[in-house]
């Protein structure tokens, strides 16, 4: 009997922890090269490698999306970054992720009500058109 209870109560709990990892988004590193959206539905995006937004490219990053990023890793802009009502930060670690880089080729990028929480030690801004309406960056260095 204990053997049964035992079993039903690892199946339980293994059953509700796979189906909370399948909910997320493991992005392991790439390079977007068409235009792509991120949405809250398909998230949170767990980022264990660095991403790049080609240029040319543009990355929208719907309201209510959550995008962790891993232990120094990034999200590159050599495109545009379109960001509305977002949330940006580390995922579980004590540790900050790199934070957004805004490349001298980039296009113009928006974040709009967004929040950027435990961003890098850089300042990644090349003095480009980034118009952060309304966001808090909290923890982050600028």
């Known amino acids: 009997m204990r053997v049964a209870v035992l079993f039903s109560t690892i199946t339980f709990i293994l059953g509700a922890w796979l189906s ?39 990355l929208t990053v719907q309201p209510g999306t959550t995008v962790l990023f891993n232990d120094l890793v990034g999200l590159y802009v050599h495109g545009s970054l379109n960001a509305s009502g977002a949330t940006f930060s580390r995922s579980g670690s004590d540790r900050h992720w790199l934070g957004i880089y805004l490349a001298p080729t980039a296009g113009s990028s928006v974040l ?31």
């Open 112 to 142: 709009n009500n967004c929040i950027i929480n435990y961003a890098g030690a850089d300042n990644y801004g090349q003095g480009l058109a980034l118009q952060p309406h309304n966001s808090v960056w909290a923890r982050t260095a600028l």
């Open 20 to 58: 909370t990892a399948d909910a997320d988004v493991i992005i392991a590193g790439q390079t977007i090269v068409e235009n792509t959206t991120w949405s809250p539905s398909s998230g949170p995006y767990v980022v264990l490698g660095s991403v790049t937004v080609a240029p040319g490219v543009t």
